[in-house]
């Protein structure tokens, strides 16, 4: 039995949730020789500052690893991502998708409700 | 033009993305007589003090409406989805689902590079 059969919504409570860290997931997925961190920091729309805060959190979740090296004088950041990442980020978005689907089912019903108790509401044409 | 086009991971930075908020969004749509705190507690798996937290948030944002009286001598909370919150959660999963797709899409595409670079690979047999 799964830890969340009682709550999927629980599932949901880990690195991987916050925006800008699936954004930087979503990015680095489908680069397998790794981004730089300017390159993150442009697809992901992310200041320094907070791009370097996400990647800590990352790195220590054991999601990236990031390379540092010189390129002639230059500092040039590398970030991969882990086999251990990507596998975590694939049971996030299991969990992301069932709790979609529970969350797309109570719309409806109350979408059917709703056009149930329309105060205009006629029945169709015999 | 959406503002959203080029990042469509902002659209996830609102009021419903947090996993308890999302819980409570998705318990109150299927009732549309509204539900109690303490049915509200037992659905999402609260306690008093995350539940009023999180309800106060919501009802700034003007998604949820909080009703109290007294039941005999015992005071009662009533909460319910408002029309406006009821659209503003929809919007939500569409961008969430639409996030889905794009993460989905680059998980796959990392698999497919994955594939094609294992070294016990073999062509099919003709």
Not at 3 to 18: G, I, R
């Amino acid at each position: 039995m799964s830890d969340h059969h009682d709550n999927p919504y629980a599932a949901l409570k880990c690195v991987f949730h916050e925006p800008s860290r699936l954004a930087i997931l979503s990015a680095l997925c489908t680069a397998v020789e790794g981004l730089t961190f300017n390159e993150l920091k442009h697809e992901c729309d992310l200041t320094d500052g907070n791009l370097s805060r996400h990647l800590k959190m990352l790195e220590d979740a054991g999601t990236v690893a990031i390379h540092k090296e010189f390129v002639g004088a230059k500092p040039r950041t590398t970030v991969y991502l882990s086999e251990r990442g990507r596998q975590d980020f694939v049971d996030y978005l299991v969990a992301l998708e069932e709790v979609l689907k529970l969350a797309g089912k109570s719309v409806e019903s109350r979408d059917a409700v709703r056009d149930e108790s329309l105060p205009n509401w006629k029945p169709a044409q015999a």
